[in-house]
């Protein structure tokens, strides 16, 4: 079998001496979605931040369309069509909107007019406040910058942590079914999300983690579907 486009196999490593990663696997292949979920300190985050190169792992691998990338920094693996938004800190809110999608794009020698008009297209809000502060807009439109920025740098992966932490049900919605079409346009996405049931709703692959390693992994409907899954992950 081919290997997914982008893997982080048998994670281990940590903060300090601490492992919190023990032989964790992640992968998302083109265009789909890959959902992370699991309680409060299973590691979620942690291991994004391994698969980013934000975290010098002890052991295991990261590959990208079969290149290994274990070594790399983060910067190195922007440039290689990574792109990550944190969870939090991750727009400049003294920067109007159009400065932050310009600053996603720095990285860039080549025109990023296209590139803006399809974010812009694929938030159009954003369009109509491009030249107002960031600070100044709603939980869901800052997520939609940081998004938007993520999306200049014209990945090939978007990787993102808690996309929807801290909106309502409604923005909630609403960005899911902008990573959607995002997935769409063939770019992998892999997040963590604590929307456990409604993200595992658009995932083609779900993986639980519990206390740094995999718990469970299959599609996103399977595990919606597993008795185990739905009592201990999903509130029943």
Aim: hydrophobic share 45%; glycine share 12%.
């Amino acid at each position: 079998m081919a290997e997914p486009f982008l893997i982080g196999e048998n994670m281990t490593g940590g903060y300090g001496a601490v492992d919190i990663l023990h032989g964790c696997t992640l992968a998302v292949e083109k265009g789909e979605i890959a959902v992370i979920v699991g309680p409060n300190g299973a590691g979620k985050s942690t291991a994004m931040k391994a698969v980013f190169g934000m975290l010098k792992l002890r052991g295991g691998a990261v590959r990208l369309a079969g290149e290994d990338i274990t070594t790399l920094t983060p910067q190195a693996r922007v440039a290689k069509g990574m792109a990550f938004v944190p969870q939090t800190q991750n727009i400049f809110t003294t920067m109007t909107v159009e400065e932050n999608l310009e600053m996603g794009a720095f990285l860039r020698r080549d025109d990023i007019k296209g590139t803006m008009a399809q974010v812009y297209d694929l938030f159009p809000i954003l369009k109509t406040k491009r030249y107002q502060a960031a600070g100044e807009l709603s939980g869901g439109q800052r997520q939609q910058v940081a998004v938007g920025r993520a999306l200049m740098t014209q990945p090939k992966v978007l990787m993102l942590d808690e996309p929807t932490a801290g909106v309502s049900p409604i923005v909630m919605d609403e960005l899911f079914d902008r990573i959607i079409e995002v997935a769409r346009t063939g770019i992998s996405i892999l997040m963590v999300e604590q929307n456990a049931r409604q993200a595992l709703e658009i995932a083609h692959k779900g993986y639980v983690l519990v206390q740094g390693s995999n718990r469970f992994t299959d599609t996103g409907q399977a595990l919606m579907a597993d008795p185990e899954v739905r009592r201990s992950f999903l509130g029943g």
